[in-house]
Nanobody, 128 residues
Framework: QVQLGESGGGLVQAGGSLRLSCAAS????????MGWLRQAPGKEREFVAA????????YYADSVKGRFTISRDNAKSTVYLQMNSLKPEDTAVYYC?????????????????????WGQGTQVTVSS
């Protein structure tokens, strides 16, 4: 089991940048595929970015491709989301999520239902 805690959210002007961090507890963080998802008011939770447990594969929603970068540091049990060129439509609560892989395969996961563990979320607000 893993516990997740996000940080780094805040208020930023359009065109600005933020870096979100998600720190995980537990000794087997490196075996989890990780993802970032977000939920705006009145909308369903949606996929943003994902990374395999090895870190060698990543995948992005079309809406953030070229602007956001997901990365992980297994030694620090942390996954990051670098967000550049932010837009007002990026405003949402951002969640990190984890799916155990038991070190098998090298996959990423792009659906909210693919993930077993969730953080509490961090608010990102982009002003126009």
């Amino acid at each position: 089991q893993v516990q997740l805690g996000e940080s780094g959210g805040g208020l930023v002007q359009a065109g600005g940048s933020l870096r979100l961090s998600c720190a995980a507890s537990g000794r087997t963080f490196s075996s989890y595929a990780m993802g970032w998802l977000r939920q705006a008011p009145g909308k369903e939770r949606e996929f943003v970015a994902a990374i395999s447990w090895t870190g060698s594969r990543s995948y992005y929603a079309d809406s953030v491709k070229g602007r956001f970068t997901i990365s992980r540091d297994n030694a620090k049990s942390t996954v990051y989301l670098q967000m550049n060129s932010l837009k007002p439509e990026d405003t949402a609560v951002y969640y990190c999520a984890a799916r155990p892989t038991h070190y098998s395969g090298n996959y990423y996961y792009a659906k909210p239902g693919d993930y077993d563990y969730w953080g509490q979320g961090t608010q990102v607000t982009v002003s126009s």
